[in-house]
Nanobody
Framework: VQLVESGGGSVQAGGSLRLSCAAS????????MAWFRQATGKKLEGVAI???????AYGASVKGRVTISKDNAQNTLYLEMNSLKPEDTAMYYC???????????????WGQGTQVTVSS
């Protein structure tokens, strides 16, 4: 599975961004997908996951401000982020696996990441 993120950038606090993750390869066998982020000097943090039935779960630090969605026809995962804060600054990665890892960073396939920078 190949994953390519896009949509990152620099925004001011309170702004919004929509990240995309284009998936290719054996996506059928690796349907569980998630977004993670890693700020400089910090551990990888689970942001959001979407299950095969469309159910979702979010990390506590972003809950209520982000929405994960997936276009199965386009094999593209999205992360809509609103009310961004400086502490949301990080590299954002999408991940995929055949195992439902939820927000654990144990996924087998990872993208290269897209940088999000939020200024105050």
């Amino acid at each position: 599975v190949q994953l390519v993120e896009s949509g990152g950038g620099s925004v001011q606090a309170g702004g919004s961004l929509r990240l995309s993750c284009a998936a290719s390869g054996d996506t059928y066998s690796n349907p569980y997908m998630a977004w993670f982020r890693q700020a400089t000097g910090k551990k990888l943090e689970g942001v959001a996951i979407i299950d095969t039935d469309g159910s979702t779960a979010y990390g506590a630090s972003v809950k209520g401000r982000v929405t994960i969605s997936k276009d199965n026809a386009q094999n593209t995962l999205y992360l809509e982020m609103n009310s961004l804060k400086p502490e949301d600054t990080a590299m954002y990665y999408c991940a995929a696996d055949r195992v439902r890892w939820w927000l654990l960073p144990s996924y087998k396939y990872w993208g290269q990441g897209t940088q999000v920078t939020v200024s105050s």
